[in-house]
């Protein structure tokens, strides 16, 4: 087993809940994971049984039908998922941290019945639309308009890359009202599937995590409800900022996961293959490189866990999310090399999985915010007076 949280004391409700996602993992991901990977199939009937045991509204109250725990239960959550399907883990991080999060703070009462309710249950899923092809790092460069026509809203624009495109049925869509106010005219608005006008384009044919469904989606004269804005006019960006900062530590512990998952192959295997004799973990290059790989994992589960527990704590977890972000997928990637190089020949192919974890492990670097957008938030806090 990779070593397990330490210093930290998890609360019993913590450890059950690590327990629960784990024997999930290992009893319903693992099947059918490489023909998945291969045929870029979405796992469908895995996601709707994370709904049933709660896993895709775990921070969402009670009351709007989520499971009401903390960030460091979540993250332990992810963190077991993702040790063996990281599309899974993208898809309940999504929905969890992005869409859910962002209702149950910014929404009506009316938009968390109505929006919420059915997202936390797992009963639907959401999406979370900000990058454009021409506005990914540089966010506030909206080409998407959300033109205000007094009870409604006419969205135009083009959505690119965004996870659970296919499969969701409600989307979080930044575009911009007023040009002159740069990023204060940006909104947020809900966008249902099947509402006129609006599109799912072509899917991406990915590296790695090609379980996840990648879409670019168009909006054509889109009549969105005013009812449907989230949060007041204008506030679209900073919803989107402030909803990153807390995605930036799932994907963190996404990272963490899929290095834990690529270090207990590297463990296992070490040990039964045998080379000049003797088991392959008796060479003191692999067992240096193990010591390397598992110290890596805590430090980096440890950022994570940091981060949570900031945010629990009603804290500003912006400056170590981002850090845990950037290390963690630093570090996955990193430790998934190492496991192939563990594996040899062997893993270089697909019946190994660690291959596969290579491929996963690179997008934590991309996706909500780049390394070197984690590098900006993480300068700019830490040189800031
Ligand atoms: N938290 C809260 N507010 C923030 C913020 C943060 N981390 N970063 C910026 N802001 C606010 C600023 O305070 C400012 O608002 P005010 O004027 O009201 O103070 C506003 O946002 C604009 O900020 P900047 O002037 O700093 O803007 P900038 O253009 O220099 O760049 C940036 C800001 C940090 C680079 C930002 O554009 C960014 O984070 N880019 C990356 C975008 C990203 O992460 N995309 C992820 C898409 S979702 C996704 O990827 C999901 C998935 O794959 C699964
Ligand atoms: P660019 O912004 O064009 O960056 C290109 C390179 O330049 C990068 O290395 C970047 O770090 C670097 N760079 C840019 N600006 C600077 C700077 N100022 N200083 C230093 N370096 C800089 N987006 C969503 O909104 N929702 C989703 O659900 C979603 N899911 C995704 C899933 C996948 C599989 C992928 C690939 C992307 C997803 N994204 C999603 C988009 C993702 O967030 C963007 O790809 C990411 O933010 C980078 O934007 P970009 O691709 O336009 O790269």
Same mark, same amino acid.
């Given at each position: 087993d990779t070593p397990q949280v330490t210093g930290f004391g998890l609360t019993e409700e913590q450890a059950e809940v690590q327990q629960a996602a784990r024997d999930f993992a290992q009893t319903q991901l693992w099947d059918g994971i490489i023909e998945r990977d291969n045929e870029q199939r979405f796992p469908a009937e895995q996601v709707k049984k994370m709904g049933e045991l709660g896993f895709m509204g775990m921070m969402v109250s009670?009351?709007?039908?989520?499971?009401?725990?903390?960030?460091?239960?979540?993250?332990?959550? $992810?963190?077991? $998922?993702?040790?063996v399907d990281a599309s899974a883990s993208v898809c309940m991080s999504v929905n969890n941290s992005l869409v859910c999060w962002a209702l149950e703070k910014y929404g009506t009462e009316e938009q968390k019945q109505k929006f919420l309710k059915p997202l936390a249950s797992g009963e639907k899923i959401g999406?979370?639309?900000?990058?454009?092809?021409?506005?990914?790092?540089?966010?506030?460069?909206?080409?998407?308009?959300a033109e205000d026509k007094g009870d409604h809203y006419l969205v135009n624009?083009?959505?690119?890359? $965004?996870?659970?495109?296919?499969?969701?049925?409600?989307?979080?869509?930044?575009?911009?009202?007023?040009?002159?106010?740069?990023?204060?005219?940006?909104n947020c608005v809900i966008v249902?599937?099947? *509402?006129?006008?609006?599109?799912?384009?072509?899917?991406?044919?990915? *590296?790695? $995590?090609?379980?996840?469904?990648?879409?670019?989606? *168009?909006?054509?004269?889109?009549?969105?409800?005013k009812e449907?804005?989230?949060?007041t006019d204008g506030q679209g960006f900073n919803i989107a900022m402030t909803t990153l900062n807390g995605g930036r530590i799932g994907i963190a512990a996404q990272a963490?996961?899929?290095?834990?998952?690529?270090?207990?192959?590297?463990?296992?295997?070490?040990?039964?293959?045998?080379?000049?004799?003797?088991?392959?973990?008796?060479?003191?290059a692999i067992a240096f490189k193990l010591a390397d790989m598992a110290t890596k994992v805590e430090a980096a589960r440890l950022l994570c866990l940091k981060a949570a527990q900031i945010k629990d704590a009603g804290g500003d977890y912006s400056l170590s999310g981002a850090?845990?972000?950037?290390?963690?997928?630093?570090?996955?990637?990193?430790?998934?090399?190492?496991?192939?190089?563990?594996?040899?020949?062997?893993?270089?192919?697909?019946e190994y999985h660690v291959e596969r974890m290579l491929r996963d492990a690179k997008i934590t670097e991309i996706y909500e915010g780049t390394s070197e957008i984690q590098k900006i938030v993480i300068s700019r806090s830490i040189l800031k007076d």
């Open positions: 009670p009351e709007y039908g989520g499971s009401g725990m903390d960030t460091v239960s979540y993250i332990l959550a $992810i963190e077991e $998922i993702s040790k999406a979370f639309c900000l990058s454009e092809p021409e506005a990914g790092s540089d966010a506030t460069s909206q080409r998407t308009t624009g083009t959505k690119n890359w $965004i996870t659970n495109g296919k499969n969701a049925s409600i989307y979080l869509v930044i575009a911009q009202t007023d040009v002159d106010k740069k990023h204060k005219g940006i249902e599937r099947g *509402m006129d006008g609006f599109v799912v384009g072509k899917k991406e044919d990915k *590296m790695g $995590i090609r379980g996840s469904d990648t879409h670019s989606l *168009m909006f054509t004269d889109v009549k969105v409800p449907n804005r989230l949060g963490v996961g899929i290095a834990g998952g690529a270090l207990e192959l590297a463990l296992k295997y070490s040990k039964e293959r045998k080379t000049f004799g003797k088991e392959i973990h008796k060479h003191q850090m845990a972000k950037l290390y963690a997928s630093k570090i996955a990637m990193e430790v998934a090399s190492d496991a192939i190089q563990i594996h040899g020949g062997y893993g270089y192919v697909k």
